[in-house]
């Protein structure tokens, strides 16, 4: 055998043996979560004052390099404490590389600029590699080559480790400093995937660079001058992947760890926008790792801490309701009265339907919890306690019940109704206007005073809260993070939390780890939608469909495939129909058929809304509501409001081509039987004195909502007459607006 087949068959032996890595690339969940709050894994005592390397093995083994004690500390097999400890070779320790032998390659960044390995049994090293300057990353691929990050050069380089060539192979930059594509600029950690694919994390240009397999000229796929929609980085300091290849990422200067998934990147922990050395912060963060398990692993370079994130469980069963409700599906408006004030007291603000359909509501006048167990009709059970300035209650499937005690005692307490005793669970400044608990269990908390959402996650003892959305200092706003005296809030099953900003008359959806809002109704909206006046309550359905307590116009509206309809609170003719609205709703539930439960504050009552058509048992206050339907009420045409308002064809309202064009409808119904809707909008073309052509469709502008949206630059110019024709059995009504585009 030749010199050149032996070399040959040595590298095929080196891939199969490397084949497993050593390090951890966990399959997630494209929803993954990780609990904010931080295990302090260990502290300065353990790791000294600055622990720059960290490793996390396969078999959960960590690997935390001390710099200032020129050291390597490791935990095997869970411990709590190290249980062995490399010494020596080392003036200023930087970071490190394990292989599936067991063998660590360590990175020293004075010692002449070494790279040395100690086997697994042995304290002895060896040297495998000088450099002109230290590593700041370091890592081993399945060919068994050593790659390095050198800092201050500017440059990648690599050794193969299996022969004992001094000589190393720059791979990626030039040796100056820039942004180019070939070029980085003080690079940190690197990531090779066994694709030979490098990932970069480019501090300077707060990027992260890709460096496919034999290009010198790399991709950015994270921060600065990225191709596709990304994320900013202010100072990017180590980037893993995991199994489907999506990247995670120290944002060192920012505080923060993020990652990206299927649906983008988004904040995973150090979200709230400071840092610090509480266990829901960062603190110049610089490697991370994940063990088998999808947990976190992250070292501090400012707080001296190696910190633990926990992976969070995401099959939680869901204890509310999200019924499966049909594009036609309407209620009827003659609503039941299911509690009055002699059971409930004054002024409330907040309902619980469980899955169960026991209903919870908080009687403040009178501090009390009221129950009805399972479709009962008559009051169950009382539970007295300090229940005097309570907002908001959520109840979980183990009866474990959640109420805001925020503005008596700064808590939100867990009460449980088997000894009638409570224990404080998060801690508040001010009262919660509402309550969620998502499927992983975590608990959020809607801090009107503060104008901010909070949560935590109830598997732990902290009681320190994060902030998920909303100014860090609470001061009010109207921009994209912020809010106006936030109140009910909902999370779906994709960990995105929806919420009434009720002083900015909108309804704000923040996406998971994101803290930029989408405006998806009301103010400041991209998409057709609908113009609320103080929200106080959403809640979604089966289909992610959107049902809001719009207060200050005193109805219910929610949403569908074809847009946003009033549900009740729809008309306003005469006293004589009280039944029938509702005045100051404060918030909203399903039962698990999809009947609505009102908050009627202004009425101090709880209402029902029963649904027209229902396949559900029918409990006793479904069947009374039905039955109390008079057979001989009539209904009348409806009623339409468009804004901008009527105009006439000598003096239409005028609209820059450039500018988007919304035409806001609001319907006022009159009918006390179901009834399906229709809604249409017709553009014709008008001369100076009639308007005759009917336009055809246009994809840009669906004609089937309630509410028109025209984006810019989609009609030539000229004048335009907007017809919407609202119909239901026996009764149609139009309303025109003429516009003018110049």
Not at 545 to 568: E, H, K, M, Q
Not at 610 to 625: D, E, G, M
Request: proline share 4%.
């Amino acid at each position: 055998m030749s010199a050149g087949d032996l070399s040959f068959w040595l590298i095929l032996l080196s891939i199969a043996e490397a084949s497993n890595v050593s390090y951890n690339q966990p399959k997630l969940d494209a929803y993954a979560v990780w609990n904010p709050n931080a295990i302090v894994f260990a502290n300065s005592s353990l790791v000294g004052a600055n622990p720059r390397g960290l490793f996390v093995d396969t078999n959960d083994t960590v690997y935390v390099v001390d710099q200032i004690n020129s050291r390597t500390l490791i935990w095997f097999n869970n411990s709590i404490n190290p249980t062995r400890t490399i010494y020596g070779d080392m003036s200023k320790p930087m970071c490190i590389f394990v292989t599936t032998s067991g063998d660590t390659y360590i990175s020293d960044f004075k010692a002449n600029n070494q790279t040395r390995r100690w086997s697994q049994n042995s304290n002895g090293s060896s040297l495998v590699m000088y450099t002109s300057s230290g590593c700041y990353g370091l890592f081993i691929d399945i060919n068994n080559t050593l790659y390095c990050s050198l800092y201050n050069e500017h440059i990648i380089v690599k050794k193969w480790l299996g022969n004992n060539a001094s000589t190393v192979t720059p791979i990626a930059g030039n040796r100056s400093n820039g942004s180019g594509l070939n070029q980085l600029n003080n690079p940190c950690g690197i990531f090779v995937t066994i694709d030979f694919d490098l990932y970069v994390a480019d501090y300077i240009n707060k990027r992260i660079q890709l460096f496919q397999s034999g290009q010198s000229s790399g991709i950015t796929v994270a921060g600065s001058s990225s191709i596709n929609v990304t994320v900013k980085l202010q100072g990017p300091n180590a980037v893993i992947l995991d199994a489907d290849n999506y990247l995670f990422i120290t944002d060192g200067s920012a505080g923060r760890i993020i990652g990206s998934g299927p649906n983008g990147f988004r904040c995973i922990v150090g979200c709230s926008g400071s840092s610090g050395s509480n266990t829901n912060q960062l603190s110049g963060p610089w490697n991370l790792a994940f063990d088998s398990h999808g947990n976190l692993y992250a070292n501090e370079w400012n707080s001296y801490r190696i910190l633990k994130y926990t992976l969070l469980n995401n099959t939680g069963v869901k204890s509310y309701n999200q019924p499966q409700l049909s594009a036609d599906t309407t209620w009827n408006r003659n609503a039941i009265t299911f509690a009055s004030k002699n059971m409930i007291g004054q002024h409330q603000s907040n309902i619980f339907i469980d899955a169960n359909n026991s209903v919870y509501i908080i009687d403040t006048q009178n501090s009390r919890l009221q129950i009805w167990f399972n479709n009962s009709i008559s009051l169950a059970r009382t539970i007295s306690g300090n229940f005097s300035n309570v907002n908001s209650i959520f109840v979980t499937n183990n009866g474990d019940i959640y109420i805001d005690n925020g503005t008596s005692n700064g808590f939100v307490s867990r009460w449980s109704m088997d000894t009638n005793t409570s224990i404080p669970v998060m801690s508040i400044n001010s009262s919660c206007f509402s309550l969620f608990i998502d499927k992983s269990n975590t608990i959020y908390c809607s801090l009107s005073t503060e104008n901010r959402i909070v949560k935590k996650w109830l598997g732990d003892s902290t009681m320190i809260v994060t902030k998920v959305a909303g100014n860090i200092n609470g001061t009010r706003g109207s921009s994209s993070d912020g809010f106006a005296v936030p109140r009910g809030i909902f999370v779906n099953d994709y960990f995105a939390l929806y919420v009434a900003d009720s002083g900015n008359d909108r309804i704000q959806l923040f996406r998971l780890g994101q803290t930029e809002g989408i405006t998806v109704a009301g103010k400041t909206s991209n998409n057709v939608t609908i113009k609320l006046n103080n929200p106080t309550e959403v809640v979604l359905d089966a289909n992610n469909y959107l049902f809001i307590v719009d207060a200050g116009n005193n109805r219910i509206v929610g949403s569908g495939p074809t847009g946003f309809r009033c549900i009740v609170g729809c008309s306003s003719r005469g006293w004589w129909n009280w039944w029938k609205k509702v005045s100051q709703p404060g918030s909203m539930g399903f039962d698990s058929c999809g009947n609505i439960f009102i908050v009627d504050t202004g009425y101090d009552r709880i209402q029902i809304l029963p649904l027209s058509k229902t396949s559900c048992n029918q409990n006793r206050w479904i069947a009374t509501a039905t039955n109390a339907v008079a057979s001989n009420q009539s209904c009348f045409a409806p009623n339409i409001t468009l804004t901008p308002s009527a105009s006439s064809i000598t003096s239409p309202i005028q609209y820059r081509r450039s500018h988007h064009i919304s035409i806001i409808s609001l319907i006022d119904f009159n009918c006390d039987q179901p009834f399906v809707m229709k809604t249409l909008w017709t553009i014709k073309t008008c001369s100076n004195t009639s308007c005759t052509h009917t336009m055809p469709s246009n994809s840009a502008v669906n004609t089937k909502y309630t509410e028109l949206y025209i984006p810019p630059n989609t009609l030539p110019y000229g004048i335009y007459n907007f017809t919407l024709t609202v119909s239901v059995p026996g009764f149609s009504t139009v309303s025109s607006v003429l516009i003018e585009i110049v």
